[in-house]
T-cell receptor, first 113, second 113 residues
Framework: AQSVTQLDSQVPVFEEAPVELRCNYS??????LFWYVQYPNQGLQLLLK??????LVKGINGFEAEFNKSQTSFHLRKPSVHISDTAEYFC???????????FGAGTRLAVHP | ETGVTQTPRHLVMGMTNKKSLKCEQH?????MYWYKQSAKKPLELMFV???????ENNSVPSRFSPECPNSSHLFLHLHTLQPEDSALYLC????????????FGPGTRLTVT
């Protein structure tokens, strides 16, 4: 069975500092991987996705993630965060068959001035 | 309206009430989804509809009853709920049930008293 582990439930960081949000997945088959962001009182918004091809994926708002098959990881990074990046971030893997997303528990990113 | 909309945004109901959640997508998509987001738990997929046909029912109790009258609208009918059903209910849509990106609505915050 596929599962997703987000290693940090909360990540505090100062404005303009770099950040990495960690995600590991378990799967015995090819995977499609996603990062979503949820701002307060809003639904989820897709940041980026890995379907195939280049292992370095660039998304919106300056975020990027690297697919590492040997380490079964898909960590999210941003070189310099803003206050407006404060939100909850979810890593997800698509299960085969219908478009069924398995989500991690989420990482709350808190950017401080 | 654009994207995925959900009404109401907040709902408080007693355990003996009957209520319905509504989702509407303005994206021309063929697939729609209901998710449950509880505090400190990963998002849980509840139902998947493709071209108005239910294609997945993820072991959801019968007190939750989905309805998809057309490809733009999705309802979740609620009756005889329990306090543990209190959560954020998110609707999403995608072009098809393949590897396409899912677009999420803002959610309905449900409180069962």
């Amino acid at each position: 069975a596929q599962s997703v582990t987000q290693l940090d439930s909360q990540v505090p960081v100062f404005e303009e500092a770099p950040v990495e949000l960690r995600c590991n997945y378990s799967s015995s088959v090819s995977v499609y991987l996603f990062w979503y962001v949820q701002y307060p009182n809003q639904g989820l918004q897709l940041l980026l996705k890995y379907l195939s091809g280049s292992t370095l994926v660039k998304g919106i708002n300056g975020f990027e993630a690297e697919f590492n098959k040997s380490q079964t990881s898909f960590h999210l990074r941003k070189p310099s965060v803003h206050i407006s990046d404060t939100a909850e971030y979810f890593c997800a893997v698509r299960k085969g068959g219908y478009n069924k997303l398995i989500f991690g528990a989420g990482t709350r990113l808190a950017v401080h001035p | 309206e654009t994207g995925v909309t959900q009404t109401p945004r907040h709902l408080v109901m007693g355990m003996t009430n009957k209520k319905s959640l509504k989702c509407e997508q303005h994206l021309g998509h063929n697939a729609m989804y209901w998710y449950k987001q509880s505090a400190k738990k990963p998002l849980e997929l509840m139902f998947v509809y493709s071209l108005e046909e239910r294609v997945e029912n993820n072991s959801v109790p019968s007190r939750f009853s989905p309805e998809c009258p057309n490809s733009s609208h999705l309802f979740l009918h609620l009756h005889t709920l329990q306090p543990e059903d209190s959560a954020l209910y998110l609707c999403a849509s995608s072009q098809d049930t393949g590897k396409d990106e899912q677009y999420f609505g803002p959610g309905t915050r449900l409180t069962v008293t």
